[in-house]
């Protein structure tokens, strides 16, 4: 169900302006929330999405430096949200990854780990720019007829058994069946709530930038494992002035890595090619910003209150080992959207005890899964413990020589 801009309630809402009560309020426009908020008002639900940050300058390339590897199941998510196709820059697809074994300057271990096109019968994910992302998610959010953008707006919510009530700052006030909290690792509505929330340090920080390279990545991706922490080259589509392109996402010991950041390109570009463990891309050239992002995980005990539901980061936070954050935030939205949508069908209320326990029970357990497999691979291979290490090398190289097991891991991390 699409409308033209015209009909479309947007961020520019006059404060004197009426909402609209909704099925759904979504607290929170990053990609987890908007999408969530896309995907339900193509389907006719009535929603509101709240942001007390204006969405136009998170468009900006200095913004977020971070590009995300979109998994099938999520990509699939965003086609039905009707994000996909807004795209402006054209994604990469990820045919192949190698997983590798080693230390600083030294060639990577002989036991390694390698994921194929024989493997998948489509890429194992798409790079999409954090930036693009938020452009097409931006567009998006204006297609919908039954959907209220308001930003910046800061919300006040009152929950009860019969129902929610929203108070902007600047008067205005709306009633919903369902509040998703969507607000990130610091969430207002978990706190709020009373839920109970456990962290988990690592000690690391992850340098985020993108780099040109002399020979072409073929669509191939490297998870290289490095005594303080993991080292990920991700392919990127390449632009007129620099044909090869990838994203690098380089965990370091928490000081080190803001040191490493900072270095000249040339000298930073020689430690970046100390810690690829093989030469497959030639020399390789800084290009643009450097971000860093200090590491952590953190999950919810609980993802349901009194109509309340979290998602995404406000749920749960891993590390980014495995490159499964926002498709984990996005597997909460294809979970959620099906239940709310066959809700919408038969009639029921949404926010009714019945439906958060659903939603929980078939969120919450696998991902702590996912945050205890993550957790497990950066403390099992962030360390220099030759014992340790031989015993992981041996492990990865026996995944290797299962295709059936290969396949399997493939089919979990592209959420099929």
Same mark, same amino acid.
């Given at each position: 169900m699409v409308a033209s801009p015209a009909s479309t309630v947007s961020d520019s809402m006059?404060?004197?302006?009426?909402? !609209?009560? %909704?099925?759904?309020?979504?607290?929170?426009?990053?990609?987890v929330g908007a999408t969530l908020a896309c995907r339900l008002a193509r389907e006719g639900i009535r929603v509101a999405i709240v942001d007390k940050a204006p969405l136009a300058p998170m468009e900006h390339p200095d913004f977020d430096g971070r590009a995300y590897a979109i998994a099938?199941?999520?990509?699939?998510?965003?086609?039905?949200?009707?994000?996909?196709? $807004?795209?402006?820059? =054209?994604?990469?697809?990820?045919? =192949?990854?190698?997983?590798? /074994?080693?230390?600083?300057?030294?060639? @990577?271990?002989?036991?390694?780990? =390698?994921?194929?096109?024989?493997?998948?019968?489509? !890429?194992?994910?798409?790079?999409?720019? @954090?930036?693009?992302?938020? %452009?097409?998610?931006?567009? #998006?959010?204006?297609?919908?007829?039954?959907?209220?953008?308001?930003? !910046?707006?800061?919300? +006040?919510? =009152?929950? +009860?058994?019969?129902?929610?009530?929203?108070?902007?700052? /600047?008067?205005r006030v709306f009633n919903a069946a369902l509040v998703v909290a969507a607000d990130g690792r610091k969430s207002k509505l978990r706190s709020?709530?009373? &839920?109970?929330?456990? +962290?988990?340090?690592?000690?690391?920080?992850? &340098?985020?930038?993108? &780099?040109?390279?002399?020979? !072409?990545?073929?669509n191939g991706a490297l998870e290289h494992f490095l005594p303080a922490g993991p080292f990920a080259q991700l392919p990127m589509t390449g632009t007129e002035n620099h044909p090869y392109l990838s994203a690098i996402v380089w965990s370091d010991k928490d000081g080190t890595a803001e040191r490493f950041a900072a270095l000249p390109d040339d000298v930073f570009a020689?430690?970046?090619?100390?810690?690829?463990?093989?030469?497959?891309?030639?020399?390789v050239t800084p290009v643009g910003r450097r971000w860093t992002y200090p590491l952590s995980a953190q999950y919810a005990q609980r993802y349901t209150d009194t109509r309340l539901l979290l998602v995404g980061d406000a749920a749960h936070g891993i590390h980014p080992i495995a490159g499964q954050g926002l498709n984990l935030g996005f597997r909460d939205i294809i979970a959620l959207s099906e239940i709310l949508i066959a809700a919408h069908h038969k009639g029921e209320?949404?926010?009714?005890?019945?439906?958060? @326990?659903?939603?929980?029970?078939?969120?919450?357990? @696998?991902?702590? $899964?996912?945050?205890? #497999?993550? /957790?497990?691979? /950066?403390?099992?291979?962030?360390n220099n413990n030759p014992v340790i290490r031989l015993a992981r090398d041996l492990g990865i190289a026996s995944v290797h020589r299962l295709p059936a097991l290969r396949k399997a891991f493939v089919r979990h991390a592209m959420g099929l």
């Open positions: 006059s404060a004197s302006s009426q909402v !609209p009560d %909704v099925d759904v309020c979504v607290i929170g426009a990053g990609p099938a199941g999520p990509k699939t998510l965003l086609e039905e949200a009707g994000v996909w196709e $807004l795209l402006p820059l =054209e994604s990469c697809p990820i045919e =192949e990854i190698l997983v590798t /074994d080693g230390r600083p300057g030294e060639p @990577a271990s002989s036991l390694f780990l =390698e994921f194929t096109r024989e493997d998948a019968s489509q !890429p194992f994910g798409w790079m999409a720019e @954090a930036r693009a992302l938020r %452009v097409a998610l931006n567009e #998006a959010l204006h297609m919908y007829p039954t959907l209220s953008v308001l930003s !910046p707006a800061e919300a +006040k919510v =009152e929950r +009860k058994a019969e129902g929610a009530t929203i108070r902007l700052n /600047d008067g709020e709530a009373g &839920i109970p929330l456990t +962290k988990l340090s690592y000690g690391q920080t992850a &340098i985020v930038c993108a &780099i040109a390279h002399e020979f !072409p990545h073929d020689r430690e970046i090619e100390r810690r690829m463990g093989n030469t497959r891309l030639g020399k209320d949404f926010g009714s005890p019945a439906l958060l @326990a659903r939603y929980q029970a078939r969120c919450r357990p @696998a991902n702590m $899964l996912m945050l205890a #497999a993550t /957790d497990t691979l /950066d403390r099992l291979f962030s």
